[in-house]
């Protein structure tokens, strides 16, 4: 008869109280042709415990008298327990036997899924998407990842960034008007005038802005003429100097950045997708153009 291995048993037995207990058979022969468990008494004495029939007993004491377990007679078979088919006492053994030891594992039992970091295995893969290691985890076999999201990578977080929005406030103190300028364009559709574009300078100090409207796209000699014609303006009227020019780099050209230099005015260009920078000019264009389809399409509007 083949045996397929060695292993431990649990077998539940019957105390003379009729509660129940948990007797533990070790290195038993495992032959799948057998559907019971067989013990042999001649290894029990060994182990110190002898079958006490005098009278109408019919136990399994220990030598010292304690009784272990009680046993009766099954087909004219000493059993110790009787499992009858159909019956979950097997089952119920088992999960009571989880309950109290853990069972050792032995090589007999299904490997575990080995655990691996999920981050590590992020920044050896050269800093992949949550579904590459999503399904690294499975369609390798027995591997089970754990660890962070991809999402709370630093450098993932800083490569993927669009628009960065900067918070800081400005350290200069500003007390007059026109000393710190803000300045962006919005195109327009052709008007009856000839007008394509507005070109926007926003005051940080009293919120007013100023619109100049455009007959080219951007083109360095009017922005130049309608630099000078404003700051000019600002001298004559109201005796104030500008300090400051803050823009995206479609202001920063040579001739204006030049001219700029010998007026004493300082350009700060914004950084490159950090619309923030420049202020409540980026917004201006869209806000006006916006209230000006409501006020047109009211049709109350007198």
């Not at 006492?89 to 989880?98: Q, Y």
């Not at 000699?221 to 803050?246: H, P, S």
Request: proline share 4%.
């Amino acid at each position: 008869m083949p045996i397929l291995g060695y292993g431990d048993v649990t077998v539940q037995v019957t105390k003379p109280d009729k509660s129940k207990g948990i007797l533990r058979l070790k290195d038993v022969a495992f032959c799948t042709d057998f559907n019971t468990n067989l013990v042999s008494f001649r290894l029990l004495r060994k182990r110190g415990y002898y079958w006490d029939n005098k009278g109408d007993n019919n136990l399994l004491a220990r030598k010292d008298d304690t009784i272990l377990c009680q046993m009766e007679e099954r087909h004219g078979q000493q059993t110790i327990e009787y499992v009858r088919q159909g019956s979950l006492s097997a089952f119920n053994t088992s999960r009571l036997l989880r309950r109290q030891r853990k069972r050792r594992i032995s090589s007999r039992d299904v490997r575990p899924d080995s655990k691996g970091d999920a981050r590590l295995w992020h920044l050896r893969l050269g800093h992949p998407g949550p579904m590459s290691l999503h399904h690294l985890g499975i369609n390798a076999l027995g591997v089970k990842l754990q660890g962070p999201k991809t999402t709370e990578c630093q450098h993932c977080s800083l490569a993927k960034i669009k628009r960065q929005v900067s918070r800081r406030f400005s350290e200069r103190k500003i007390d007059k008007p026109y000393l710190d300028l803000h300045i962006d364009w919005t195109d327009l559709k052709e008007a009856h005038a000839g007008f394509v574009r507005v070109m926007l300078i926003h005051d940080t100090f009293s919120g007013r802005t100023c619109p100049y409207f455009m007959t080219t796209h951007g083109e360095e000699k009017e922005t130049l003429r309608v630099l000078k014609d404003f700051i000019q303006w600002i001298r004559l009227r109201y005796n104030l100097k500008v300090n400051t020019i803050r823009s995206d780099n479609e202001l920063g050209r040579r001739r204006t950045l030049k001219w700029l230099r010998t007026q004493g005015i300082t350009f700060e260009p914004s950084a490159p997708h950090t619309q923030a920078q420049n202020g409540t000019a980026e917004r201006l264009g869209g806000v006006i153009i916006e209230k000006a389809r409501k006020g047109t399409a009211d049709p109350q509007l007198k």
